[in-house]
Nanobody, 123 residues
Framework: QVQLVESGGGLQPAGESLRLSCAASGRISSLGTMAWYRQAPGKKRELVATISSGGSANYGDDVKGRFTISRDNAKKTVNLQMNSLKPEDTAIYYC?????????????????WGQGTQVTVSS
């Protein structure tokens, strides 16, 4: 019923920038918190940034001051602007969204994940 599709991943040299985007689609009536997570090979998945339905953002310690999360409720998208990239930012980045209400369906809140997009930062 709901899909999250990420775009914008790729390869960049250290110090450069990338912008990730995630679009939610389906019979969504109300979209709650959205977030970005990342996971590097051999490491645990970690939180990158979250943004509430009202636009309040929080960031993981490793990305504060470099990354910016934003959302467009009309378009049902969440973005991640990544500046001053470092090799340690290399990971698969996953989009997360909490759907709090559905169109024409009496279904409770549910969590959804995108399939991930690869970000590689070379030194």
């Amino acid at each position: 019923q709901v899909q999250l599709v990420e775009s914008g991943g790729g390869l960049q040299p250290a110090g450069e920038s990338l912008r990730l985007s995630c679009a939610a689609s389906g019979r969504i009536s109300s979209l709650g918190t959205m977030a970005w997570y990342r996971q590097a090979p051999g490491k645990k998945r970690e939180l990158v940034a979250t943004i509430s339905s009202g636009g309040s953002a929080n960031y993981g310690d490793d990305v504060k001051g470099r990354f910016t999360i934003s959302r467009d409720n009309a378009k049902k998208t969440v973005n991640l602007q990544m500046n001053s990239l470092k090799p340690e930012d290399t990971a698969i980045y996953y989009c997360y969204a909490r759907i709090t209400a559905y169109q024409d369906m009496r279904v409770g809140p549910s969590d959804y994940w995108g399939q991930g997009t690869q970000v590689t930062v070379s030194s």
